[in-house]
């Protein structure tokens, strides 16, 4: 018997590796298919200003996405559950300027920050109650968040620009918790991988899919549906201020209308990652991978020379693409069923 199992054990090893490789490739097959598209655009971008490829660039862009990656990853939690946050970019607009403007009222870096994390809490509140508590349409909810958060950071400071009052303030976005790993890059993983085993491996992370899917039979099956849809909007508007203190921590400066492009990004990035609109769907892998992919188009948009005005519509095109790729992928799937 002994002898049977150990020549059993060489050939079942090999097999369970497949099954889990195969497994592994058919979850993320989506975010494989955007990680090797985002290789070939930076070499296509690479192979016309070779600046592109170089480590110094690489940097530049995981800073300057880092921002974009935090937010749409609470995005993210809010299209799972069927939803949408049009808000985000006004969050994120107001958190940096009621920061600015807390420092130059006195309070340290750290006390002013739990501050503008209090904008996202609050604003993330407003459009869980009234999305699930009210029963509005979250389109209409964050539409009205969206323009009542944008008018407050205007009128915190008039509209003019703040600087940062704590000059140690950029160690948030620069500085090494880990010793040669800057906190920017160590926070979007942290983030990364935190969503993505809530998502994959707890039981209240596969609410999320569920309320998605159908919000009626998640509910039939006793799945808190109005308090899961709370959590994703608080989520969402957390992770948007706490991308607003990521940046005004970079550049050490506040400005009304930072965020103003940033909504359309975030959406951008969650759909790119294989979100759906329509709920049910989606993985933190691909939201980060989404908005990987649009840091880059811009990057290499800037590289060129291209006039930067032509980033929306490559943002679009970019959007539609991965649409129509989801729709056909869809399509053929049902067929075979």
Same mark, same amino acid.
């Given at each position: 018997? %002994? ?6 054990? *060489? ?14 490739? $058919? ?22 200003? *070779? ?19 935090? &937010? $749409? ?16 970019? $006004? ?18 870096? #750290? ?15 407003? =459009? ?34 703040? *600087? #940062? ?17 800057? =906190? ?43 308090? %899961? ?17 990521? %940046? ?44 990987? &992919? ?7 948009? =800037? ?35």
């Amino acid at each position: 018997m %002994t002898g049977t199992r150990a020549h059993i054990a *060489p050939t079942e090893a090999p097999a369970t590796q497949i099954r889990q490789r195969e497994s592994l490739f $058919s979850v993320y097959r989506t975010e494989i298919a955007i990680a090797l598209a985002i290789v070939l655009l930076a070499l296509a971008v690479g192979s016309q200003v *070779p600046q592109a490829l170089t480590w110094g660039n690489f940097a530049n862009i995981t800073q300057a996405g880092a921002p974009l990656i935090i &937010m $749409s990853l609470g995005v993210l939690l809010v299209v799972i559950t069927g939803g949408i946050d049009l808000s985000v970019g $006004s969050v994120f607009s107001l958190t940096g300027m009621v920061t600015a403007q807390a420092m130059a009222n006195g309070f340290g870096g #750290i006390s002013a920050s739990l501050i503008g994390l209090g904008v996202g809490l609050v604003f993330g509140s407003i =459009n869980g109650f009234l999305v699930t508590i009210a029963g509005l349409a979250p389109f209409v909810v964050t539409l009205i968040t969206f323009a009542v958060a944008g008018s407050l950071a205007f009128i915190v400071t008039n509209g003019r620009s703040m *600087p #940062i009052g704590d000059p140690d303030f950029w160690v948030l976005n620069s500085g090494s918790l880990i010793p040669g790993v800057p =906190n920017y890059i160590l926070f979007c993983v942290i983030l990364l991988i935190a969503i993505e085993l809530f998502l994959k491996k707890m039981v209240a992370g596969r609410w999320f899919y569920a309320v998605g899917s159908s919000s009626t039979a998640a509910y039939l099956l006793g799945i808190p549906v109005k308090r %899961t849809k709370f959590v994703a909007y608080v989520a969402s508007s957390l992770l948007a201020s706490f991308s607003g203190l990521l %940046t005004i921590s970079y550049i050490l400066n506040a400005e009304s209308t930072a965020g103003s492009s940033l909504m359309l990004q975030a959406i951008a990035a969650v759909v790119i990652g294989g979100a759906s609109l329509l709920g049910g769907t989606g993985t933190a892998v691909g939201a980060v991978l989404g908005a990987l &992919m649009i840091t880059v188009i811009q990057n290499g948009v =800037n590289l060129i020379g291209i006039n930067s005005f032509w980033q929306g519509s490559v943002t679009g095109v970019a959007i539609l693409i991965a649409v129509l790729i989801d729709r056909f992928s869809k399509s053929r799937r049902g067929a075979a069923v």
